[in-house]
Protein backbone atom coordinates (compact mmCIF):
# COMPACT_ATOMS: atom_id res chain seq x y z
CA UNK A 1 0.00 0.00 0.00
CA UNK A 2 1.35 3.63 -0.69
CA UNK A 3 1.53 5.88 2.44
CA UNK A 4 0.30 9.46 1.59
CA UNK A 5 1.12 11.58 4.19
CA UNK A 6 -0.17 15.57 4.29
CA UNK A 7 1.41 18.26 6.23
CA UNK A 8 0.42 19.74 8.31
CA UNK A 9 -2.37 18.73 9.98
CA UNK A 10 -4.17 22.20 10.40
CA UNK A 11 -2.67 25.30 8.52
CA UNK A 12 -3.41 28.72 9.76
CA UNK A 13 -3.90 31.37 7.19
CA UNK A 14 -5.40 35.21 7.11
CA UNK A 15 -7.55 35.78 3.89
CA UNK A 16 -5.46 37.23 1.03
CA UNK A 17 -2.38 35.07 2.08
CA UNK A 18 -0.58 32.48 0.36
CA UNK A 19 -1.58 28.55 1.72
CA UNK A 20 1.14 25.77 1.00
CA UNK A 21 0.09 22.11 1.63
CA UNK A 22 2.33 19.34 1.42
CA UNK A 23 1.86 15.87 0.70
CA UNK A 24 4.67 13.10 0.48
CA UNK A 25 4.02 9.40 -0.66
CA UNK A 26 5.90 6.78 0.34
CA UNK A 27 6.82 5.36 -3.04
CA UNK A 28 6.88 7.34 -6.21
CA UNK A 29 3.36 7.70 -7.50
CA UNK A 30 4.79 9.80 -10.85
CA UNK A 31 2.11 12.62 -11.54
CA UNK A 32 -0.81 10.15 -10.35
CA UNK A 33 -1.79 12.77 -7.61
CA UNK A 34 -4.95 14.51 -6.96
CA UNK A 35 -6.18 17.37 -4.69
CA UNK A 36 -9.87 17.74 -3.23
CA UNK A 37 -11.82 20.21 -1.02
CA UNK A 38 -13.91 19.01 1.76
CA UNK A 39 -16.08 21.85 3.35
CA UNK A 40 -17.95 20.79 6.74
CA UNK A 41 -21.23 18.35 5.39
CA UNK A 42 -20.03 18.38 1.89
CA UNK A 43 -18.49 15.86 -0.38
CA UNK A 44 -15.07 16.10 -1.76
CA UNK A 45 -14.58 17.99 -4.72
CA UNK A 46 -11.96 17.68 -7.27
CA UNK A 47 -9.68 20.62 -7.27
CA UNK A 48 -6.20 18.96 -9.18
CA UNK A 49 -5.71 15.89 -11.41
CA UNK A 50 -2.30 14.81 -12.70
CA UNK A 51 -0.67 16.83 -9.81
CA UNK A 52 -0.94 20.07 -11.38
CA UNK A 53 -3.72 20.16 -13.62
CA UNK A 54 -6.54 22.26 -12.60
CA UNK A 55 -10.27 20.37 -12.56
CA UNK A 56 -13.01 22.20 -14.51
CA UNK A 57 -14.31 24.97 -12.77
CA UNK A 58 -11.57 25.43 -10.41
CA UNK A 59 -10.28 29.35 -9.85
CA UNK A 60 -6.88 30.33 -10.85
CA UNK A 61 -5.92 30.76 -7.37
CA UNK A 62 -5.22 27.30 -7.01
CA UNK A 63 -2.37 25.14 -8.10
CA UNK A 64 -0.32 21.89 -7.67
CA UNK A 65 3.02 20.64 -8.53
CA UNK A 66 5.46 17.83 -8.13
CA UNK A 67 6.44 14.92 -9.06
CA UNK A 68 7.41 11.37 -7.75
CA UNK A 69 7.00 11.38 -4.19
CA UNK A 70 6.80 15.13 -3.23
CA UNK A 71 3.61 17.43 -4.30
CA UNK A 72 2.76 20.77 -3.42
CA UNK A 73 -1.38 22.51 -3.45
CA UNK A 74 -0.56 26.06 -3.13
CA UNK A 75 -3.51 28.66 -2.60
CA UNK A 76 -2.38 31.93 -3.96
CA UNK A 77 -4.54 34.34 -2.14
CA UNK A 78 -7.26 32.72 0.14
CA UNK A 79 -10.46 33.94 -0.14
CA UNK A 80 -13.18 32.30 2.72
CA UNK A 81 -14.84 29.97 0.53
CA UNK A 82 -11.36 28.22 0.62
CA UNK A 83 -11.25 27.25 4.21
CA UNK A 84 -11.75 23.65 4.66
CA UNK A 85 -10.01 20.50 4.53
CA UNK A 86 -7.35 19.11 1.69
CA UNK A 87 -6.77 15.78 0.62
CA UNK A 88 -3.83 14.25 -1.39
CA UNK A 89 -4.92 10.87 -3.29
CA UNK A 90 -2.49 8.61 -5.24
CA UNK A 91 -3.99 6.86 -8.50
CA UNK A 92 -0.76 5.55 -9.54
CA UNK A 93 -1.47 1.94 -7.92
CA UNK A 94 -4.85 1.89 -8.87
CA UNK A 95 -7.14 0.67 -7.88
CA UNK A 96 -5.51 0.56 -4.59
CA UNK A 97 -5.94 4.14 -4.44
CA UNK A 98 -4.95 5.92 -0.96
CA UNK A 99 -5.52 9.21 0.62
CA UNK A 100 -3.77 11.56 2.96
CA UNK A 101 -5.50 11.98 5.89
CA UNK A 102 -5.76 15.65 5.02
CA UNK A 103 -4.84 19.19 6.20
CA UNK A 104 -7.51 21.61 7.79
CA UNK A 105 -6.85 24.88 6.54
CA UNK A 106 -8.45 27.40 8.94
CA UNK A 107 -8.91 31.51 9.44
CA UNK A 108 -6.48 32.81 11.38
CA UNK B 1 -25.24 17.76 -14.79
CA UNK B 2 -23.50 14.91 -13.55
CA UNK B 3 -25.67 14.13 -10.49
CA UNK B 4 -25.21 11.32 -7.83
CA UNK B 5 -27.37 10.24 -5.24
CA UNK B 6 -27.17 7.94 -2.61
CA UNK B 7 -29.77 6.13 -0.38
CA UNK B 8 -30.10 3.06 1.56
CA UNK B 9 -28.13 4.47 4.91
CA UNK B 10 -29.15 4.02 8.53
CA UNK B 11 -28.66 2.57 11.98
CA UNK B 12 -28.12 -1.07 12.07
CA UNK B 13 -26.79 -3.40 14.74
CA UNK B 14 -23.62 -5.16 14.59
CA UNK B 15 -23.77 -8.54 12.36
CA UNK B 16 -26.45 -6.80 10.34
CA UNK B 17 -26.65 -6.01 6.73
CA UNK B 18 -27.91 -2.73 4.88
CA UNK B 19 -27.35 -2.54 0.65
CA UNK B 20 -26.99 1.51 -0.24
CA UNK B 21 -27.97 2.37 -3.34
CA UNK B 22 -26.55 5.39 -5.83
CA UNK B 23 -28.45 6.98 -8.76
CA UNK B 24 -26.58 8.83 -11.54
CA UNK B 25 -27.46 11.07 -14.11
CA UNK B 26 -26.45 13.70 -16.65
CA UNK B 27 -24.04 11.56 -18.03
CA UNK B 28 -23.91 7.76 -19.78
CA UNK B 29 -23.43 5.92 -16.94
CA UNK B 30 -22.25 2.74 -18.64
CA UNK B 31 -19.04 4.29 -19.96
CA UNK B 32 -17.71 5.26 -16.17
CA UNK B 33 -15.74 3.02 -13.68
CA UNK B 34 -17.84 3.85 -10.17
CA UNK B 35 -16.39 3.26 -6.89
CA UNK B 36 -17.15 3.30 -3.38
CA UNK B 37 -15.25 5.58 -0.58
CA UNK B 38 -16.54 6.16 3.48
CA UNK B 39 -15.58 8.64 5.85
CA UNK B 40 -15.36 7.84 9.67
CA UNK B 41 -16.91 10.46 11.27
CA UNK B 42 -13.90 13.12 12.07
CA UNK B 43 -11.78 10.92 9.73
CA UNK B 44 -10.07 11.23 6.52
CA UNK B 45 -11.14 9.40 3.18
CA UNK B 46 -10.77 5.58 2.33
CA UNK B 47 -11.34 3.61 -0.89
CA UNK B 48 -13.82 0.58 0.01
CA UNK B 49 -14.49 -0.96 -3.43
CA UNK B 50 -14.30 -0.10 -7.42
CA UNK B 51 -16.24 -1.95 -10.49
CA UNK B 52 -15.65 -1.58 -14.01
CA UNK B 53 -18.12 0.69 -16.46
CA UNK B 54 -19.65 -3.52 -17.66
CA UNK B 55 -19.08 -4.69 -14.59
CA UNK B 56 -16.67 -7.50 -15.09
CA UNK B 57 -14.09 -6.49 -12.90
CA UNK B 58 -14.14 -5.76 -9.13
CA UNK B 59 -11.90 -4.85 -6.42
CA UNK B 60 -12.57 -4.44 -2.47
CA UNK B 61 -10.28 -3.02 -0.05
CA UNK B 62 -8.94 -5.70 2.58
CA UNK B 63 -11.14 -4.38 5.04
CA UNK B 64 -14.24 -5.55 3.25
CA UNK B 65 -13.43 -7.85 1.31
CA UNK B 66 -15.77 -11.10 1.74
CA UNK B 67 -18.49 -8.73 3.53
CA UNK B 68 -19.51 -6.40 0.72
CA UNK B 69 -20.56 -6.78 -2.65
CA UNK B 70 -20.49 -4.17 -5.44
CA UNK B 71 -22.76 -4.13 -8.38
CA UNK B 72 -24.46 -1.98 -10.81
CA UNK B 73 -27.62 -2.14 -13.36
CA UNK B 74 -26.23 0.04 -16.17
CA UNK B 75 -30.28 0.29 -17.36
CA UNK B 76 -31.01 1.62 -14.33
CA UNK B 77 -27.34 3.80 -14.19
CA UNK B 78 -27.25 2.79 -10.35
CA UNK B 79 -24.54 1.27 -8.38
CA UNK B 80 -25.15 -0.31 -5.39
CA UNK B 81 -23.40 -2.08 -2.01
CA UNK B 82 -24.34 -4.92 -0.41
CA UNK B 83 -22.90 -4.88 3.10
CA UNK B 84 -23.14 -7.72 5.52
CA UNK B 85 -22.09 -8.82 8.68
CA UNK B 86 -21.23 -4.91 8.92
CA UNK B 87 -19.09 -3.60 12.15
CA UNK B 88 -18.94 -1.23 14.51
CA UNK B 89 -15.72 0.36 12.14
CA UNK B 90 -17.91 0.41 9.38
CA UNK B 91 -19.64 3.47 10.58
CA UNK B 92 -18.99 6.00 8.29
CA UNK B 93 -20.84 7.88 5.55
CA UNK B 94 -20.08 6.16 2.19
CA UNK B 95 -20.01 7.70 -0.96
CA UNK B 96 -20.32 6.71 -4.45
CA UNK B 97 -17.55 8.49 -6.81
CA UNK B 98 -17.25 8.06 -10.70
CA UNK B 99 -13.86 7.80 -11.79
CA UNK B 100 -11.94 9.24 -14.98
CA UNK B 101 -9.11 7.93 -16.34
CA UNK B 102 -6.04 10.27 -16.02
CA UNK B 103 -2.96 8.94 -17.77
CA UNK B 104 -2.48 5.90 -15.75
CA UNK B 105 -5.08 5.26 -13.41
CA UNK B 106 -8.41 6.67 -12.63
CA UNK B 107 -9.15 9.38 -10.28
CA UNK B 108 -12.47 10.94 -8.95
CA UNK B 109 -14.21 14.01 -10.79
CA UNK B 110 -17.49 13.46 -9.19
CA UNK B 111 -19.19 12.28 -5.68
CA UNK B 112 -22.11 12.21 -4.21
CA UNK B 113 -23.12 13.70 -1.27
CA UNK B 114 -22.78 10.76 0.43
CA UNK B 115 -25.35 8.36 3.23
CA UNK B 116 -24.27 7.90 6.67
CA UNK B 117 -24.18 4.38 7.93
CA UNK B 118 -23.98 3.64 11.65
CA UNK B 119 -23.59 0.59 12.77
CA UNK B 120 -24.22 0.15 16.44
CA UNK B 121 -25.73 -1.79 19.36
Known amino acids: EIVMTQSPATLSVSPGERATLSCRASQSVSSNLAWYQQKPGQAPRLLIYGASTRATGIPAR ?42 KVEIK | QVQLVE ?23 SDYYMSWIRQAPGKGLEWV ?30 LYLQMNSLRAEDTAVYYCARGVLGVVGYYFD ?4 GTLVTVSS
Open chain 2, 110 to 113: YWGQ
Open chain 2, 7 to 29: SGGGLVKPGGSLRLSCAASGFTF
Open chain 1, 62 to 103: FSGSGSGTEFTLTISSLQSEDFAVYYCQQYNNWPWWTFGQGT
Open chain 2, 49 to 78: SYISSSGSTIYYADSVKGRFTISRDNAKNS
